[in-house]
């Protein structure tokens, strides 16, 4: 029975990745942004954030796999000068398919709808809906890439953005590089058998509708971009790694009316942007962060 399931993990490799040999099935991570002044003021205020996803594969046969899984985040802040804390939540769902479509080739298709505000009275109205396909290409076992396209509604209307994916990890495997843009990279170096330094790249873009004395009124968009270097150790047989990061936080959360929306966001293009924006926090920080991983290796498995 052990055998036929590690059997089945190891069918997992070609779909859900571009060459890498392991897949993250559990991650969690929290940080806390230091002390800075909001643009134009004299008040203090920090950020929190937790973030934690798991994903769940389903073999169904050696062309198709199932893939589900959820991610849940939140913030912690002060959208304004002269307010208590607001927290914005976001959970997301995904599901859908995995195709190999050839030795070289293979799809990724998902539904991806998620929940999104500061979870005050949650309604139907809180609920996007959103979608990713993606078409990967395996060069060799160290070198892969893909194109695809995520599209989903907001609270300010509909946003498109382009995907490019790139993965490369080096003979000796020390060093590897792997990056889901405009979303996420990461370059990292091996020292040891256990221990890794690296950096990475995170951006967030969600919308939140935010509740002020019962009553829907105004909507923040968040696209923010974390920058960060990290010392990273595994245990038990780095199955379970652990990360502590330190780096440079770009804030950018505005608020506008609950009505004002736009026709199209393409990345950082706005198509019929006539908004009245009621306030702009782009106060930028020094952030640590705390997170770990459970990382099945299919690289062993394969020996």
């Known amino acids: 029975m052990k055998r036929k399931i590690i059997q089945l993990l190891f069918l997992i490799l070609p779909f859900l990745c571009n060459a890498q040999e392991y897949i993250d099935l559990f991650s969690v991570n929290y940080g806390k942004s230091q002390k800075t002044t909001f643009e134009d003021s004299s008040v203090n205020t920090s950020i929190s954030t937790f973030q934690t996803n798991l994903t769940l594969p389903i073999v169904l046969n050696e062309k198709y796999i199932a893939v589900t899984g959820v991610n849940f985040s939140s913030y ?97 495997k020390r060093f590897e590089i792997n990056a889901f843009m405009p979303n996420d990279a990461d370059i990292n170096y091996s020292l040891t058998d256990k ?75 706005r198509f019929g942007d006539n908004r009245t924006r009621l306030f702009q926090d782009k106060s930028n920080t020094i952030l640590f962060k705390m997170e770990a991983i459970y990382r099945f290796d299919l690289s062993k498995v394969k020996k």
Do not use: C
């Not at 990724?108 to 109205?125: G, Q, R």
């Open 195 to 269: 221990t890794k330094i690296g950096v990475d790249f995170l951006g967030h873009g969600n919308s939140y509708k935010l509740t002020t004395e019962n009553v829907r009124s105004t909507y923040v968009v968040n696209n923010s971009i974390d920058f960060s270097a990290y010392v990273q150790q595994g245990l038990f047989n780095k199955k379970i790694l652990l990360r502590l990061k330190m780096g440079y936080l770009l804030n950018d959360f505005r608020v506008y009316p609950i009505d004002q929306k736009l026709d199209l966001q393409i990345l950082v293009l």
């Open 76 to 172: 912690n802040l002060q959208l304004f000068p002269d307010s208590n804390n607001n927290h914005l939540y976001s959970t997301n769902l995904r599901a859908g398919l995995s195709v190999k479509h050839s030795g070289h080739w293979s799809g990724l298709y998902l539904f991806l709808p998620k929940v999104a505000s500061d979870y005050i009275n949650v309604s139907s109205e809180d609920v996007y809906l959103g979608g990713l396909a993606l078409l990967k290409y395996k060069r060799n076992e160290n070198f892969g890439y893909g194109l695809g396209l995520y599209g989903s509604s907001e609270a300010f209307g509909m946003s498109v953005v382009p995907i490019v994916t790139f993965y490369y990890h080096s003979p000796n």
